[in-house]
């Protein structure tokens, strides 16, 4: 079991090009410098970082680590990403950011993820009225996904992504958990 949850982030830009000037790729990865008011993010320390840009309602979340702390008279942190497909998305333009249909919300939950009858744990790292967005989960046709001990479970497919039945009330328990 991991020791320390990942601290939740939130960082909103003024717009696209804003955005794209502080995403910096270096081989494959994202790497970009997160200013705090005070010191309290520290190397190794596990984030999730949800961006904004005030002229969108998306909202994009990535999981990250923190490299170590900025030097100088900057008060803040380096955060590496493990790829680059946020930032390549900014580079496309607004268009790419807005496929979305609902809105997503940050979570960093344990959840339980079967493929037949062998249970996995997996991160649920977003979740939405459409579905939910899970990592550490094997590959598989079909899997349920369960958010906590005694929580109905919900279908979902091969992706990364848990898309949940229009029927299911796994928004609102998976977002309470």
């Known amino acids: 079991m991991e020791k320390q949850p990942a601290t939740l982030l939130r960082v909103r830009f003024g717009d696209l090009p804003q955005l794209q000037n502080h995403l910096h790729v270096v081989d494959g990865r994202t790497v970009f410098f997160f200013r705090e008011a005070a010191a309290r993010l520290q190397g190794a320390d596990r984030v999730v970082v949800e961006f904004s840009v005030a002229t969108s309602e998306q909202v994009s979340t990535l999981r990250g680590t923190v490299l170590g702390r900025g030097e100088g008279g900057q008060v803040g ?18 268009e790419a950011l807005a496929t979305r249909q609902h809105q997503r919300v940050m979570c960093d939950l344990t959840v339980e993820v079967k493929q037949g009858r062998q249970p996995f744990l997996a991160r649920m790292m977003d979740v939405s009225m459409g579905g ?12 349920r996904c369960r958010c906590g001990p005694g929580r109905p479970s919900v279908c979902a497919s091969s992706e990364r992504k848990l898309p949940f039945p229009r029927t299911s009330a796994a928004p609102t328990w998976c977002a309470s958990t």
């Not at 939910?132 to 899997?143: E, I, K, L, T």
């Open 77 to 94: 942190a380096w955060i590496e990403f493990p790829d680059a497909k946020l930032a390549k998305r900014v580079e496309r333009g607004a």
């Open 132 to 143: 939910a967005r899970s990592w550490g989960r094997p590959p598989s046709a079909w899997v």
